[in-house]
């Protein structure tokens, strides 16, 4: 099945990040398509962008040169990794609203299966989270998962997917089967933090296995770890390095919802979580 995945770029630094990541981390390219996507500031005055949702600014040669620099330098990048042209699409947008606005319409628009931020590109985001409108967003408004890359090392590999018995499981573990369909050099961890909440882990590990298991994955390729814990993000970021994952999959939302895994990974630990994630990336599903 075709995945289509979407790279918010704003800088040559920024788009490095997610570009490195999706580089290092598909090894099969059949069924992938990419798309660099840029919101340009209003000041960047252009005829061509009256409607800023135009098919016609799919078209780069009008474009201004910083911008042309941006899409040709993460072009090379990819097709240095294995990526050819036409797998890569070229998308920019007028800045209509805030920019995770127009980037929240064009995952309505164009369906991706992901929306990828580098290191750079965070700094609006993180804001935006942790701001009073975050939590409605990611429940309602956001239609594909967001990864965010920070300094991702190329040389990891696997997938360290959260569980704490929430509906919200299921969707991560179908994101996380669903990417990892043909690339069979990752395998996949169940994690799960025991903070007291009283969830049989057993359960909650056989039902996500099911959902891996369902996009091809096999039983050699799953594994899982269960520890004790009152401080979640600390544990998850302490198990992603000492595994060395390449990600770490988690639903926006935890099990008693405003005070599940969303409210201290996206919420009241946001700013713990972006600042301290290195090497890996962060997949935040909705």
Not at 126 to 147: I, R, S
Not at 199 to 208: C, G
Not at 211 to 221: A, H, I, N, T
């Amino acid at each position: 099945m075709q995945k289509s995945v979407l790279i918010a770029v704003r800088d040559a630094t920024s788009c490095g990040q997610g570009v490195r990541f999706v580089g290092s981390f598909f090894k099969n390219h059949t069924d992938l398509t990419l798309t660099l996507f840029y919101v340009m500031h209003r000041s960047m005055a252009w005829e061509g962008l009256d409607d800023p949702w135009s098919k016609k600014n799919d078209d780069v040669t009008m474009l201004p040169p910083e911008i042309k620099k941006v899409f040709a330098l993460c072009c090379k990048s990819l097709e240095n990794k294995g990526f050819v042209e036409e797998q890569i699409k070229k998308v920019f947008r007028k800045k209509s609203r805030e920019t995770m606005q127009d980037i929240l319409q064009e995952c309505k628009n164009g369906l991706y299966d992901a929306v990828i931020f580098g290191k750079k590109s965070t700094s609006f985001v993180e804001d935006f989270l942790c701001g009073n409108k975050g939590h409605e967003v990611l429940e309602k408004d956001l239609t594909a998962p967001v990864w965010f890359c920070r300094d991702p090392d190329e040389s990891r590999e696997n997938v360290l997917l959260c569980v704490d018995g929430s509906a919200v499981g299921e969707r991560v573990a179908d994101h996380v089967g669903f990417i990892l369909q043909g690339e069979t050099h990752h395998s996949v961890t169940l994690f799960y933090v025991d903070n007291g909440q009283g969830v049989m882990p057993e359960k909650v590990f056989a039902e996500t296995a099911a959902v891996l298991k369902s996009f091809g994955l096999s039983e050699s390729r799953i594994h899982r770890v269960t520890v004790k814990s009152m401080r979640v993000a600390n544990a998850i970021l302490k198990m992603a390095e000492q595994g060395n994952f390449a990600a770490i999959a988690i639903g926006s939302i935890g099990r008693t919802g405003p005070k599940g895994v969303y409210e201290r990974i996206v919420g009241s630990k946001c700013k713990n979580i972006f600042n301290e994630i290195d090497k890996a990336a962060l997949w935040i599903v909705p």
